[in-house]
């Protein structure tokens, strides 16, 4: 089972941008799906985004597209997410989770996660 590590959460502006970080243990980085994840107070775990090992494809949810970017380092088994024009409703707890069988947007289709990182946007 691969480790992950998040990091790079934090307190931003309305209109800020941040980079979430994601370290993975494991010698076969380069064929997990990877994805970052978010719950807010009160609200289920929803899909962020999601990059596919083979190809490199992408998934972003509604919510998020135009303004968040995600990006996989298979050299240093890292995987990151870059969000601008940060607003407030993307206040939440962002986990990154392994999904090393089918391609999958769904978090219960990831096996491993990291412990999360807190994300707050003040308006």
């Known amino acids: 089972q691969v480790q992950l590590v998040e990091s790079g959460g934090g307190l931003v502006q309305a209109g800020g941008s941040l980079r979430l970080s994601c370290a993975a243990s494991?010698?076969?980085?380069?064929?997990?799906?990877m994805g970052w994840f978010r719950q807010a107070p009160g609200k289920e775990r929803e899909s962020v985004a999601v990059?596919?090992?083979?190809?490199?494809?992408?998934y972003y949810a509604d919510s998020v597209k135009g303004r968040f970017t995600i990006s996989k380092d298979n050299a240093k088994n890292t995987l990151y997410l870059q969000m601008n024009s940060l607003k407030p409703e993307d206040t939440a707890v962002y986990y990154c989770?392994?999904?090393?069988?089918?391609?999958?947007?769904?978090?219960?289709?990831?096996?491993?996660w990291g412990q999360g990182t807190q994300v707050t946007v003040s308006s």
């Open positions: 990059i596919r090992w083979i190809g490199g494809s992408t």
């Open positions: 494991g010698r076969t980085f380069s064929t997990y799906n």
């Open positions: 989770a392994a999904n090393t069988g089918s391609y999958s947007v769904r978090p219960g289709d990831f096996g491993s």
